[in-house]
């Protein structure tokens, strides 16, 4: 069965903290997406990958990064956490043309 | 802009009635068309999804959709609810091999 897997399922950090979220898919699928979810906001895409090394702003990129160094694992990255990054982290990857995400189990993320 | 409307917030159902949750996109060309289902603390579940073809399109769990192109909507159907599809319900639209556009949910509640 596909599997994409987030490291963590609960976070706790400290404002200014750097955080990393992890996930990695076992599916070698070439696109992979991190979004946030708040109540009533839907999924609302931070950033996406079509490939190792390539990244892609969503539509709120402001304080997040990411990394995709290998194909199967895609890392966001706060670099100074901040009570507004309070969310849960949804980590998705999708094979090369038009069909649904697979997505992770997700990380809820405090941050203090 | 492409966008996805969710009308519906909430929605309560008696187990063994009926479901319909809407859903209404904006683009002027017809996109790809998924529904995905959340239990609490899970990760995004792929319901069904309609590329072309057939405008009725089933999924699991019992659930159908249909494609209705005039009114740029995709609403999802059960016609008999258990007490275990109480969940969160969002819609998604993607066009080509671009990223998904979600909805913002729809929560599901189901009273025995």
């Known amino acids: 069965d596909v599997k994409v897997t987030q490291s963590s399922r609960y976070l706790v950090k400290r404002t200014g903290e750097k955080v990393f979220l992890e996930c990695v898919q076992d599916m070698d699928h070439e696109n992979m997406f991190w979004y946030r979810q708040d109540p009533g906001l839907g999924l609302r895409l931070i950033y996406f990958s079509y490939d190792v090394k390539m990244k892609e702003k969503g539509d709120i990129p402001e304080g997040y990064s990411v990394s995709r160094e290998k194909k199967e694992r895609f890392s966001l990255i706060l670099e100074s956490a901040s009570t507004n990054q309070t969310s849960m982290y949804l980590c998705?990857?999708?094979?090369?043309?038009?069909?649904?995400?697979?997505f992770g189990s997700g990380t809820r993320l405090t941050v203090v | 802009a492409q966008s996805v409307t969710q009308p519906d917030i909430h929605i309560t159902v008696s187990e063994g009635a009926s479901l319909e949750l809407r859903c209404n996109y904006s683009?002027?060309?017809?996109?790809?068309l998924f529904w995905y289902v959340q239990s609490p603390g899970q990760g995004l579940q792929l319901l069904l999804k309609?590329?072309?073809?057939?405008?009725l399109v089933q999924g699991i769990k019992g659930f159908e959709a249909e494609f209705k192109r005039s009114q740029s909507s995709f609403n999802l159907r059960k016609p008999s609810v258990h007490w275990s599809d109480a969940a969160e319900y969002f819609c998604a639209v993607g066009y080509n091999t671009d990223k998904l556009i979600f909805g913002t949910g729809t929560r599901l509640q189901v009273f025995p």
């Open positions: 309609y590329f072309s073809g057939d405008t």
């Open positions: 683009y002027g060309a017809t996109p790809y």
């Open positions: 998705a990857s999708r094979p090369g043309g038009a069909y649904g995400y697979t």
